[in-house]
Every structure is written in structure tokens, then in C-alpha cells.
């Protein structure tokens, strides 16, 4: 089975750095997505992490642990636009992404 | 995403009518799907398409059947629509197995 866990809600200050962390227990490993959904909105692609490491693009970056199941999206310099929520999702096999629940960032001024 | 379409962008049904949503695309992906968007669910696959004909089934696929007669479309029908199946419901394409997923506008469905 697939498990996939992630905070529900997060809030930060504009201008911070905030971390939104990701463990996940899948029975196979191809990699990660990262999107980033606003309200009423679709989803939209952030990052995909396959090898351990951090992959930085931009304000965001992402990083990855195969050995430890974790990942985790950091936003630098966080605006106000910023505020939405992040799907964390693993790929564990052919066609098929498993969805986290999502983490609602909100940034207040 | 101007590749992408889903309609109807809203619909109201009543329980027991069947409902069918479109999935219309123009960037030639082989790969579609269709996920459904519950609050404390997160995003859960339904049906997806490899190919024309070739579909298969995803984590939540009772009550749900789909079809893929053309490359650009994907029909997700519900065959008797139940209050359960009120949802956000997404389509989303990509070109290749691993490639980053990008989605439609969504329909809300709401079954009454």
C-alpha cells in the first residue's frame, strides 16, 4: 500500500522561509512531484526529485531522502501569492501518482 | 492550461441519472487521466488511458467507466450518479510514463 503524509495546514510570514515536509511509505520508488494548487484552482507542477539531493529552482527548492522516505519543498522569500496549498506526490509504479492530502500554506503580512 | 478542457466546468444532478464529463486536449499526449478531489482525501485516481482503447483502473474506480475513442478525448461517465460521487473532478495529461502531470480546469459535480 501507499502512505503518504504531510502537515494539513502551515502558516508563515511574508519575506520568511518556510519548509513543508513530506514522509512516504510506497511499495515501489520512482520519484516525486511537487504542485502547487491555489484555491479553486488546478494543480500545478513545482519540481520532481528522482536521486537523493536538492534540487533548488528559483524560490523553491526541493529535496529528497530515498533511504528515509522524505522530502521536502522549501519557499525562500515567501509572498503573499505564495499562499495555497502543496500536493506532495509519489510515483511508485507505471502511470500512477499517489497524492499526499496536501499542506495549506497561508502567508500573512 | 489552453491544452486542456474539461466540460462542463460546473453540473447539478440528481441521484440515479447518469452524468458524463469531457476531457478534451490538443498537445497529443498518450497518457490521460481522471482524479477525483475530495477535502481530507487529496487526489485520487479514478481511470487513466494509455492509448486509444487502451484504458485501466485507478484506486476509485466503481461506479466510474471511461472511454477513449480519439487521441484528444477522454469520457468519464457516471453510469447512476450517487450523492457520494459529489466532487471536484480533474483531468490531467503528460506526454510520457514520468513526466510532470498537467491538469484541467476541473469540474464540480455536485449529486443531489
Known amino acids: 500500500g501507499q502512505n503518504i503524509d504531510q502537515p494539513t495546514e502551515m502558516t508563515a510570514t511574508e519575506g520568511a522561509i518556510v519548509q513543508i515536509n513530506c514522509t512516504y511509505q510506497?511499495?515501489?520508488?520512482?520519484?516525486l512531484f511537487w504542485y502547487q494548487q491555489h484555491a479553486g484552482e488546478a494543480p500545478t507542477f513545482l519540481s520532481y526529485n528522482v536521486l537523493d539531493g536538492l534540487e533548488e529552482k528559483g524560490r523553491f527548492s526541493s529535496f529528497l531522502s530515498r533511504s528515509k522516505g522524505y522530502s521536502y519543498l522549501l519557499l525562500k522569500e515567501l509572498q503573499m501569492k505564495d499562499s495555497a496549498s502543496y500536493l506532495c506526490?509519489?510515483?511508485?509504479?507505471?502511470?500512477?501518482?499517489?497524492f499526499g492530502k496536501g499542506t495549506k500554506l497561508s502567508v500573512i503580512p | 492550461d489552453a491544452g486542456i478542457t474539461q466540460s462542463p466546468r460546473h453540473k447539478v444532478t440528481e441521484t440515479g441519472t447518469p452524468v458524463t464529463l469531457r476531457c478534451h486536449q490538443t498537445?497529443?499526449?498518450?497518457?490521460m487521466y481522471w482524479y477525483r478531489q475530495d477535502p481530507g482525501h487529496g487526489l485520487r485516481l479514478i481511470h487513466y488511458?494509455?492509448?486509444?482503447?487502451?484504458?485501466d483502473k485507478g484506486e476509485v474506480s466503481d461506479g466510474y467507466s471511461v472511454s477513449r475513442s480519439k487521441t484528444e478525448d477522454f469520457l468519464l461517465t457516471l453510469e447512476s450518479a450517487t450523492s457520494s460521487q459529489t466532487s471536484v473532478y480533474f483531468c490531467a495529461i503528460n506526454s510520457v510514463d514520468n513526466s510532470p502531470l498537467h491538469f484541467g480546469n476541473g469540474t464540480r459535480l455536485t449529486v443531489t
Open positions: 488511458s494509455y492509448g486509444v482503447k487502451d484504458t
Open positions: 510506497t511499495s515501489g520508488f520512482n520519484g
Open positions: 498537445e497529443n499526449h498518450r497518457y
Open positions: 506526490a509519489v510515483e511508485a509504479g507505471s502511470y500512477q501518482l499517489t
